[in-house]
């Protein structure tokens, strides 16, 4: 997998993932427009991530059975129409299943890590997940920025129909300049693949990686989609555009995502995932600061940003590393629990504010944070016990479909 081919699936990935998080630095004009309560809005974001875990079951594991090229193509197409939909939603129930919509084609973003997973060297797999991933990170992050700007120009509905312009554009390029993976198909029919996927969610190995996802994501969500109302309100009073701005200092995930492949490489990745929960934990220390200094609310998304890719990308390394053969249906699986938790966060993180301010919000990110934490405990104690029974020389996870 050369440079070029590298960047190109990052790019897909970054602008599938920017869909589903476009809306969060404009809730407020989303809600307002839309008539949706202050303490109901953080469900527009959950909407999205809700409709991603109907696509990472139904949808992602096709990529274990089809030429997923293609599945890449024509999901950006059908992306294309759900954030159209979005724009031109007149009410809000209209909007909420647009975001659903939107979010269950955006697992694009999941069958584009397992076409780069199966068609890299394996010496080379965790490099190449962390440029896909980092393209990730840079659309979480890039979409909040232009959300923001674009709202203050044209209102909210402009970042989604830029966003499905730009869907379109990569399909068509995808459709040329990506190749066929061409592979000996394991689970010959959709059933059976969907059966594997579910026998895979029962894996303890899966299970353990996926408690950590969960609560990885429910703290980041806590963060993105609970500090927009404090934002805009006393005393900062930012503008969508400035919210969107923040997001910038959290682009420094994108070189945890990188740097967390190459040390994934080098066989650190269970490793990195602890400590990374451990930096994780310490951000919300900063980001609590909030009501008083932006200065340490900075430096906290930039700790914490960098904890989460770490921590994400050495999880898929894990997985993808111990089930070549099933490398979607793997990912779709983990998935799940990234989608359930980030819609806990997102979905929370607004009503503890509106019932305990700031803090409150803070108190609930870092909770989720210290539970990853003890999840990753866990894990790592199935792991060594499976080594010492299996007589391992290194401990892989085992997951049998």
């Known amino acids: 997998m050369n440079r070029g081919t590298r960047a190109l699936l ?25 008539s949706v309560p202050v303490e109901a ?27 997923r090229r293609r599945l890449i193509v024509v999901h950006l197409v059908l992306l294309a129409g759900a954030l159209a939909l979005v724009a031109a939603a007149p009410v809000a129930w209209v909007a909420f299943a647009g975001l659903a919509s939107t979010g269950m084609l955006a697992v ?11 068609l890299s060297d394996p010496a080379e797999r965790g490099r190449t997940l962390g440029v896909v991933t980092s393209g990730v990170v840079i659309g979480i992050l890039g979409s909040r920025i232009l959300s923001g700007a674009l709202a203050d120009l044209w209102g909210w509905r402009s970042m989604f129909v830029a966003l ?85 200092a959290g682009l420094t995930g994108a070189l945890g995502a990188a740097r967390a492949g190459r040390w994934a490489d080098a ?16 951000s919300w220390l900063l980001i609590a600061q909030l009501t008083w ?13 960098f904890a989460v890719q770490a921590v994400h990308v050495s999880n898929q390394h894990i997985l993808t ?32 504010y509106a019932w ?27 792991r060594r016990a499976s080594h010492a029974t299996e007589g391992m020389s290194e401990p892989r996870p085992r997951l049998v479909a």
């Open 10 to 34: 990052a790019v897909i990935c970054g602008v599938a993932v920017a869909s589903i998080y476009a809306s969060q630095p404009v809730l407020g004009q989303m809600g307002r427009e839309l």
């Open 41 to 67: 809005v953080g469900w527009l974001v959950a909407a999205a991530q809700l409709g991603y875990l109907v696509g990472l079951i139904l949808l992602v594991p096709l990529g274990d059975l089809l030429n």
């Open 108 to 118: 694009v973003v999941q069958t584009v890590v397992a076409y780069a997973a199966a």
């Open 164 to 248: 499905a312009v730009l869907a379109v554009g990569l399909a068509a390029v995808a459709l040329f300049r990506l190749r066929a993976d061409s592979r000996t198909v394991l689970v010959p029919s959709y059933l059976g693949v969907l059966r594997s996927f579910f026998h895979l969610l029962a894996q303890p190995s899966l299970l353990g990686r996926g408690a950590i996802a969960f609560f990885l994501f429910a703290s980041f969500g806590a963060l993105w989609s609970g500090m927009t109302v404090p934002l805009a309100g006393a005393p900062w009073h930012l503008s969508e555009t400035l919210i969107g701005v923040v997001g910038i």
């Open 267 to 282: 066989g650190h990745a269970n490793r990195v995932a602890g400590i990374a929960l451990v930096v994780l934990l310490a």
């Open 293 to 305: 200094s932006l200065i340490l609310l900075l430096l906290g998304v930039v700790v914490l940003d």
């Open 321 to 352: 590393s111990a089930d070549p053969g099933r490398v979607s249906t793997t990912i779709g699986a983990y998935m799940v629990f990234y989608s359930l938790g980030s819609a806990t966060g997102a979905a929370s993180t607004t009503a503890v």
């Open 356 to 382: 305990a301010g700031w803090h409150g919000s803070a108190m609930l990110g870092a909770a989720f944070a210290a539970a990853g934490l003890v999840a990753w405990v866990l894990a790592s104690s199935v």
